[in-house]
């Protein structure tokens, strides 16, 4: 026990290097994915036919297959095309559009939640259909996406950890390094486990404070 | 097509009709409302009074028939929608209001978005409004917590900023509780007053002996009578409307 101590001691800074990795990974995914979200969702509810059909197929063929897959894919798969794709780039890219895809239905459900009634009352002023979306019903939709986009933030958080799989060496990879050195298998996967539910509560936590500041109206 | 003064309606529909899927709705309606009339709709839940009021500013599209207001066909395709609904004011049964938005905000959004009205002089024009439908202590108030009697107010000013020529309304009073229908209605009687051209679906018959000039009934997607209304409520013109009129209280 105290030799798992000292290497988790001695070994703190490669940890805290490999969560703050990590945390990179995970909010450059989370920006990326939200703009996928944002762009799928107003997609799915598109009146143009052939932009809604883009839109379910992108949902339905990331969330039909496997993440580990299409990180594979990208990095090990375009090399043959040419295409080499650097670890981080590759890591970023996959899970902001993997968490994008489970945005597009967050965002498409949110808006399809807003009553018809809401709507109409901005068409009969005058406003357009853009504007009525931008001013009327995003707004209202956005509060609605706050807690399963929380749950989404945290989900990317978790698979954040599978992007050690093509050496993005984020908070998984280094404890792995540190282990094959120490051997101490019990403290530093306690170790991570507990700096991963660390940020996890402050991802959930923050979405739930921003939706209760967000909630004055209802 | 003008009217018995021969100046043009201010809105006209013309052979009117609704589809939806197989279920026709309006069966061919002809109906022109003269610039400041008021014009009342009656008649049974589902004769088809709201989609007649949201085919006149195409909240509905016709199946066919034809749409005109201030002299021009409106359900053509090119015609900038959005420049005809910024002209006719609606008042919705469920009032509508934005619920995300302070009662001013509701009353300036449409305001500076779509009349592009600057900021200051929106809410200037809101305030006055609110000070008309008497709410002028609750502009920073959200909608959620008003009464229902003074959100349909405040939606009657949300339709106003935008100096509609024409207000229509989809019964107002419906949704409210007996003792907020007064408020609701005092309100409309000023616009009546003030000349306001008006179509109101309503099961209000003390408002609609007041303040309509013409009352218009309907019954299963067809006008089926219609008269000025000491005519309509002292000798009503068929037994069909005799049997509503006495379901109804006055
Ligand atoms: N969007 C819609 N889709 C399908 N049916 C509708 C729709 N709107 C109205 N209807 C039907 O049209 C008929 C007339 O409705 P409505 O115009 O609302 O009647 P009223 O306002 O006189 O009660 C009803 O049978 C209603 O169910
Ligand atoms: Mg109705």
Sequence with gaps: MTAGLQAVHDSFPLLLHGALVTVEVTAMALVLGAVAGLAGGLARVSPLAPLRGLAAAYVSVIRGTPFIVQLFFVYYAFPQLGIRVPPMVAAVCCLAVYSGAYQTEIVRGAIQSIERGQIEAARSLGLSRAQSMRYVVLPQAFLRMLPPLGNEFVALTKNSALVSLVTVQELLLSAQLIISATFQNFSVYLTIGIMYYVMTSIV??????LERRLKVYV | MTDQHGATPMIEVRALRKSFGEHEVLKGVDLAVARGEVVAIIGPSGSGKSTLLRCMNLLEQPSSGE?????????????????????????????????HLTVLDNVTLAQTKVLRTGRDEAQERARALLAKVGLAAKEQAYPNSLSGGQKQRVAIARALAMRPAVMLFDEPTSALDPEMVQEVLATMDELVREGMTMVVVTHEMGFARRAADRIVFVDEGSIVAQAPPERFFGAPASARVRQFLEKIPT
């Excluded at chain 2, 409106?74 to 919705?92: A, C, E, H, T, Y």
């Design chain 2, 67 to 99: 749409v005109w207001f201030e002299g021009t066909q409106i359900n053509l395709p090119g015609v900038d929608v959005n420049r005809v609904r910024m002209r006719m004011g609606m008042v919705f049964q469920l009032f509508n209001l934005f619920p």
């Design chain 1, 204 to 209: 959930s936590t923050g979405t739930q404070l």
